[in-house]
């Protein structure tokens, strides 16, 4: 048995597949292959049943998969802390997040982060919280920022996640409505205004909650665009939902084109938090990364 063939096969069982295994590998099918099937020997248990659906682990050699799982996750941890000892780390750090989330203060802590690890490259994408999942699920990122919602993602036994901070769910309004002069707005006072909404699934849902509750809203439109929906705001199109915690430091906020007011709610809080697979190697950067978060937030608080 080789730490190779190890490797081979938890990225097959990732893919389903072993031609997209060998090119994110950089070897051919054929060692890929080859290397399974002496191990499917050594072993006498076959791992993978081959099909034209793809590569799929039998039931037997579910339990094998497993284990090399956690010796590859070693392996990097063992691969990681070399490196650290020589101030080499190095690598790429891939993070999903919802656009609407903290992004002066997810900015703020990539900075710090970069300092810390200059050899470190941050790839950051902007996704709904429900494409996040399904990234960290396929292993596609190591880490996501997102809307956390414990009873949804309770239900995915891959996942790991902690809620980092709470936020109050605010109306806000141009400074030239009406509006703008209310200390807190009830759901009644809102009812015949225009919305901008911002496109995600836990904002859909509390959308739509609170006009079963209370009754229709005018939804004038939705973008998992924030500044497209504040820009509608602060002309005085529409008036918009967002989490005080997302409105620190916000432009328009500070130049009170936009004004914030509570929500006069009995439920008025949303989570938010990170999430990541438990298959997926915790690396020493993520952890860090996480820190740098943390810390950024406490200042929040």
Sequence with gaps: MHIEQLKYIVEVNKTRSISISAQNLHVSQS????????????????????????????????????????????????????????????????????????????????????????????????????????????????????????????????????????????????????LAFSESLTPEELINEAVVMYDGGRWKDFISIFMNRYGSMNILFSSNNTEVIKKAVAEGLAISFLMDIALKDDHYVKSEEIIPIPLNIESNHLSFGWVRSKKKHFSIASREFLKCLKLHISRLE
Excluded at 51 to 74: C, D, H, M, Q
């Design 31 to 178: 060692t890929i292959s080859k290397a399974i099937t002496n191990l499917e020997q050594e072993l006498k248990i076959k791992l993978f049943k081959r099909s034209r659906l793809g590569a799929i682990p039998t039931a037997e050699g579910k339990n094998i998969i497993k284990k090399a799982y956690e010796i590859v996750i070693k392996l990097h941890e063992i691969e990681e802390e070399a490196q650290a000892q020589t101030s080499l780390v190095n690598g790429e750090l891939n993070l999903s997040v919802s656009p609407s989330l903290l992004m002066p203060i997810l900015l703020k802590s990539l900075s710090s982060f970069k300092k810390d690890y200059p050899n470190f490259q941050i790839v950051m994408t902007e996704k709904k919280s429900t494409d996040i999942v399904e990234d960290i699920l396929q292993g596609k990122i190591d880490i996501g920022l997102a809307m956390i919602d414990e009873m949804n993602w309770k239900a995915h036994d891959d996942l790991i996640f902690e809620t980092l901070i709470e936020g109050k769910i605010m109306v806000c309004v141009s400074k030239y409505s009406p």
